[in-house]
């Protein structure tokens, strides 16, 4: 069965510890007003693709708000960054119960502009006080508190949270999405997670999309499940897009996810993330071309990049601009992989 990394479950317990203190004493993320825009920003052009076949048309940038709920982002800066997104032409959210706030932040932030963009949510993974997450209450009880988190009555896609191949196996898990979606509560389900569990959720047709890690530092999905999805005709979203941007450490980070994917960099010893062209901006440099990467990958529907920072998404979005990597770079990148890549660098979830 999976395991939560420990440093993330300890981070989980002190983040829900500071909750609950939060909210015996009051509302734990007050409300804010909209931050005024001097100007309302032209949109950016990006590519939109299809999620498979749902039929949900998606910039291929998306937000992914793990970080502002892990960090606690002030709810102004959530507030600027999701609207500026939006103004920018960005139509996709990403969120989950188990990122410390996330979905109220984001309610908060955009939620009277619902209709503009498309919602994901993902249950299971981490239950609020504890006890079972894997049952098929526990999931509909994590939905509904989703729904109420996010001040709507149905998403657009809930997603398993990284449940193990055992539990997908067994199908309670699926049966319970099943039900949600046949409930109103989301118009599709999918599965979010990697190496064995992602193959069986793609093999066994019973959901519409598949998120799944894939980066220049996270290759396993590009051969495993990737073709298969889009033989299939389910949609990809990409999380872990950008390797944590782990070329921006001189030396190796302290956090689990990110160590890793700084140890993988170290043995990869990509030429435009090390040394001086590390520090490149644009879309040549390391951010651009670990974007442009994935963006290339034919199976993608969407990528997922977090940030806290308001600018961030136009600027990634601008990267994106410069189009495809030349074959010879996307070939030097894949080779590098494949002859350095060791057995144990699987998905990271």
Known sequence: MNRIDPNRR??????AAALAASAAAGSAFPAFARVPQEKTPAP????????????????????????????????????????????????????AECYMGSEEAI??????????????????????GGGPTWTADALT???ERSLQRLATDAVDLVQLHSCSLELLEKGEVIDALEKAKKAGKTRFIGYSGDSA?????????RFDTLQTSCSILDQEAIDLTLPLAAEKGMGVITKRTIGNAVWRYDEKPGFGYHVEYWNRLQALGYPFATGDAKKKEGPDGPAGIALRFVAAQ???????????????????????RQGPLAKTQMDEIRARWKSVAKPEWIGQT
């Open 10 to 15: 300890e981070f989980l317990r002190r983040s």
């Open 44 to 95: 950016v052009p990006i590519e939109k693709r299809k999620l498979g076949k749902t039929g949900l048309e998606v910039a291929v940038l998306g937000f992914g708000g793990a970080e502002i709920g892990y960090e606690r982002t002030d709810q102004a800066a959530v507030d600027q960054l999701l609207n500026a997104a939006l103004d920018s032409g960005m139509n996709v959210i990403d969120t």
């Open 141 to 143: 009880k994590s939905i």
């Open 298 to 320: 034919p199976a993608v529907s969407v990528m997922l990049v977090g940030t806290s920072k308001p600018e961030r998404w136009r600027q990634n979005a601008e990267l994106l």
């Open 197 to 205: 569990a992602a193959r069986y959720a793609v093999e066994c047709g």
């Open 107 to 128: 309610a908060r932030a955009v939620g009277k502009r619902r209709k503009e963009y498309v919602l994901f949510t993902k249950c299971g993974h981490w239950a609020e």
